[in-house]
């Protein structure tokens, strides 16, 4: 059995400097929690060294905090400055505010044409691959997404990497002064996710690129995101999250997002549930859009489980594409592949105005070259630890039944760490079958669900005797690896951090995946 060494401590004399700046840098952040918007804050420093930090290669498009000292106190202003607005989860249904702010800041947002994403699961792979196969075409390319895993800057990416952050930092600066116009305006100030949204299409315009892709915050038809006129409207799979602010069933959370579809738009829909289906093809006839249907104009024909990702045959708008491989687990990661493609074709009029496949060879290396950090990401090996930022039961069914398929293991340790906003009982419900114990804990920020009450309700679901709590994220992974280690017969066994992006974003920097 592995024995666990001591985690030093400030006064443990064999702490070395490095371990001793990780600690100062995590207490300093979760210190500073207070002062943060409690919906968006991300550890960004290491805390304790575990045990291993192998992992797979680095390359993922997640940015470190800057290593210039003075870039980083700049960049630490600027999310200040960002986290003292109403948070995204704050909702006022009204553009009126975005509206302004694109009218002083004269319409970048028209500067380039654009493919909007809406949609419960899936939106950030399926932009994040929709990106790779325009940069494969030599397309300059924008995306906004959100939340961040990690840093504040993967939420605006140009030619497929995030903002440096001096670039992030002089785009704020930019557009600060017209941000503050529009707040002596309007009734209240613009909130967060407003003012970022108002940084990107700044952004996307001043670089410039040759198509923005562009992922709603919530909802659809009242997301800051929704003063573009996409020419392609995404819809990856509708299920129920946010219920409090979108409605209590897919026909009304679907009513919001079907907010995006233009008039002539092309809209390239994943499978969805019958009510919300109907209600995303009333849109489309209302506005006169068209609309190509996974499962009918497109779809996956075939899967096979390779080494590291699985190997595809995609139907897309204008013909097969064999042979696809694509470094993603799990059969949802094919269907957004299905629906990434379409999106793309429809973008280059494949379809409609010309009935050809785009280059074969193109779209294959496009798709060997996709990452989503933090969906079913393999962080460390011996034991292998997955992180995956599923938080509805929806991405749970999609979680476990991937995690089946491509991972052997003989034992399975889930590190739970949820928001208390979601539907966490039946998030538990749908991983009880998949994870022998459960480390339940909590991020840093107060919006994750008090770990009492959190294993409470694990006791209920697992059994008193499957549940182990740590209040501490740090604690719950040492946990959770000893726990996937301790008996020989179990040299299979894995830990899987699961939750909240939240969660898995603190998790990947506790595990070296920041550096």
Not at 315 to 327: C, K
Not at 475 to 502: K, M, Q, R
Request: hydrophobic letters at 40%; glycine letters at 10%; proline letters at 6%.
């Amino acid at each position: 059995m592995s024995d666990t060494p001591s985690t030093p401590g400030p006064d443990d004399p064999d702490a070395q400097p490095d371990d001793l700046g990780q600690l100062g840098q995590f207490e300093e952040i979760v210190g500073a929690e207070t002062d943060r918007d409690p919906d968006l804050a991300v550890i960004e420093a290491g805390s304790r060294t575990l045990r291993t930090q192998a992992g797979p290669p680095k390359g993922d498009g997640v940015p470190a905090r800057p290593a210039d000292p003075e870039a980083d106190r700049a960049l630490r202003e600027v999310e200040k400055e960002l986290y003292g607005r109403w948070p995204e989860t704050r909702i006022d249904p009204s553009l009126d505010r975005i509206r302004a702010l694109m009218d002083v800041l004269g319409e970048p947002q028209k500067a380039y044409p654009t493919i909007h994403i809406t949609g419960t699961n899936g939106k950030t792979t399926t932009a994040r691959i929709i990106e790779a196969l325009l940069g494969a075409f030599e397309l300059r390319t924008g995306r906004y997404s959100s939340p961040h895993v990690q840093s504040i800057t993967e939420r605006i990416s140009v030619d497929g990497a995030p903002l440096p952050a001096e670039r992030f930092i002089e785009t704020y600066r930019d557009v600060q002064p017209f941000v503050e116009i529009v707040d002596g305006q309007q009734g209240h100030r613009l909130s967060f996710f407003e003012a970022m949204t108002g940084m990107a299409y700044a952004a996307f315009a001043d670089a410039p690129v040759e198509v923005g892709i562009v992922e709603v915050g919530m909802g659809g038809r009242w997301d800051a995101t929704n003063v573009i006129d996409a020419q392609v409207a995404v819809v990856t799979p509708i299920d129920l999250d946010h219920t409090d602010r979108l409605g209590a069933t897919p026909a009304a959370i679907a009513e919001e997002k079907a907010g995006i579809i233009k008039p002539g738009a092309t809209v390239v829909m994943a499978q969805q549930p019958v009510d919300a289906a109907s209600v995303l093809l009333k849109r489309a006839v209302e506005v006169d859009a068209t609309v190509a249907r996974e499962g009918m104009e497109f779809g996956v024909v075939s899967r096979e489980i390779a080494v590291g990702g699985q190997l595809l045959t995609l139907r897309g708008l204008g013909g097969e594409y064999p042979d696809v491989f694509l470094p993603l687990h799990g059969e949802h990661m094919a269907h957004n592949a299905a629906v990434a493609l379409a999106a793309v074709e429809a973008f280059f009029g494949i379809g409609s105005e010309h009935d050809r496949t785009l280059d074969q060879d193109t779209v294959r290396t496009a798709f060997a070259s996709v990452t989503s950090p933090g969906r079913l990401e393999l962080v460390r090996t011996s034991p292998s630890v997955l992180l995956d930022a599923a938080h509805n039961p929806a991405g749970a069914r999609a979680t476990a039944a991937a995690v089946s398929e491509a991972f052997g293991f003989s034992r399975l340790i889930g590190v739970v760490g949820p928001s208390g906003d979601k539907d966490v009982r039946g998030f538990l419900e749908v991983m009880e079958p998949l994870l022998a114990e459960v480390v339940v804990t909590r991020n840093t920020t107060p919006r994750g669900m008090d770990v009492d009450e959190l294993a409470a309700l694990a006791v209920e679901v697992f059994g008193e005797e499957r549940v182990r709590v740590e209040p501490r994220l740090d604690d719950a992974l040492e946990a959770a690896i000893t726990l996937a280690e301790e008996e020989d017969e179990y040299a299979g066994a894995g830990v899987l951090v699961t939750g909240s992006v939240i969660t898995v974003g603190e998790a990947r920097v506790l595990l070296g995946r920041d550096r």
